[in-house]
């Protein structure tokens, strides 16, 4: 079994499974359960999906490292030129807008608006920008009040993401795997295009910085 470094030895209980995954709460932190290895950098193999009010605690024989490593690979930008000018000019007002925008705007469990901001967020955060500006510029964006803008699910992914953690079609993508992208996109009915988006967003921004 297998299970992202985030989620190992969290104690959760069960509040919604499906066919395919169930999904457990920790103080805030939302643990996505499959039968199958993990894709997202929240998530633990099981042997079978537990049921809605089961507890349990995530182990694993396996930890994955969900951090992303960025490598010599360029993605074509396709995203906003607001949250674009945002990453290069590195300025966290603009940040702070382009984020207040999209953040909990569209329906599921991970708005589009998220995901997309996600993507900006893993890729800024594993970028070679100083830390204490990319750690400013990334609280902007994300805001204070993240769970009270939307849901649980997503403020977990996006939180994962400003420590520079993403899907694993992501991080095997912007090392350099192409054949992630297909992998990337089939993440849920928009979700994986959306995060793709901004991932070739910040990649094609992140080195920049306007005078």
């Known amino acids: 079994m297998i299970a ?40 633990a193999q099981v042997r079978a999906l537990p049921r809605v009010g089961d507890a349990l605690v ?8 969900p951090r992303l490593r960025l490598g010599a690979v360029e993605l074509a930008p396709d995203g906003p030129d607001d949250l674009a000018r945002a990453v290069a000019e590195r300025d ?24 997309l901001i996600a993507g900006v967020a893993a890729v ?26 939307t849901t649980a699910l997503s403020a977990t992914l996006l939180e994962l ?12 993508l912007v090392a350099g795997d192409w054949g992630a992208l297909a992998r990337l996109d089939a ?5 994986g295009r959306a995060i793709a988006a901004g991932a070739a967003l910040a990649m094609a921004n992140v080195g920049h910085k306007a005078e």
Request: charge should be neutral; proline fraction near 9%; charged fraction near 25%.
């Open 92 to 115: 966290p007002a603009l940040a702070a807008a382009a984020g207040a925008r999209r953040i909990g705007r569209g329906g599921g469990l991970t708005p589009e608006g998220d995901d």
């Open 4 to 43: 992202a470094a985030p989620a190992v030895g969290r104690c959760v209980r069960i509040a919604g499974a499906g066919r395919d995954a169930a999904y457990g709460e920790d103080d805030g932190f939302v643990v996505v359960l499959t039968v199958a290895r993990p894709l997202l950098p929240n998530g």
């Open 124 to 149: 800024v955060a594993a970028g070679p920008w100083p830390q204490p500006e990319r750690d400013e510029w990334l609280r902007a964006l994300v805001g204070t009040d993240l769970r009270r803008r």
């Open 161 to 172: 993401a400003t420590a520079g953690m993403g899907p694993e079609p992501l991080q095997a």
């Open 187 to 191: 993440i849920g009915h928009s979700t």
């Open 58 to 65: 995530v182990r694993a024989g396996e930890v994955w490292d």
